[in-house]
């Protein structure tokens, strides 16, 4: 994965869409909407621009923002107690977890986690989940 750069930049000249992007996530994430076109239509922004900026803009005083960690993990036991495991030891806190039915040897999973609480870089913990031993693929979700 390249590696990212982050900035902390003031609202005040940043474009428009980023604090509107902002926006939705606030509602989606207070459960003032429940689906991403509500949130996107209230904030007076597209779903494509929405999608487009949700994983990338962050409000640095909220430290509450999620992100979705996308697995595939062979159909091992402890596999998932594993990945689990490894998102924690990384301070993240985990909201959801889906997993689809095992096919040809592999499930996937996925992890919403809070990341406010992390003690590293959402990178480096991805990075060490994937030299887990049951873990084929792993990325950050879209």
């Known amino acids: 994965m390249p590696d990212r750069r982050f900035l902390l930049v003031d609202a005040d000249v940043l474009p428009e869409v980023f604090l509107k ?13 429940t689906n991403i076109s509500t ?6 922004i597209s ?28 159909d091992k036991t402890g596999a ?13 806190s985990i909201v959801t977890i889906t997993q689809s039915r095992p096919e040809n040897g592999a ?3 996925e992890v919403t986690v809070r990341t ?8 480096e913990m991805l990075t060490r ?3 887990q031993p049951c873990v084929v693929e792993i990325h950050r979700g879209a």
């Open 39 to 44: 949130a996107a239509r209230q904030a007076g």
């Open 107 to 109: 499930a996937q999973v």
């Open 116 to 123: 406010g609480t992390m003690q590293m870089p959402v990178e």
């Open 129 to 131: 989940l994937s030299h």
């Open 80 to 92: 998932l107690q594993a990945l689990l495991s490894g998102i924690s030891a990384a301070g993240a």
């Open 21 to 33: 992007v902002l926006q939705a996530k606030e509602l989606l994430a207070s459960g003032a909407v």
């Open 47 to 74: 779903r494509s621009a929405f999608y487009k900026y949700k994983d990338t803009v962050f409000d640095a005083e909220a430290g509450r923002e999620s992100i979705t960690v996308v697995a595939t993990l062979l």
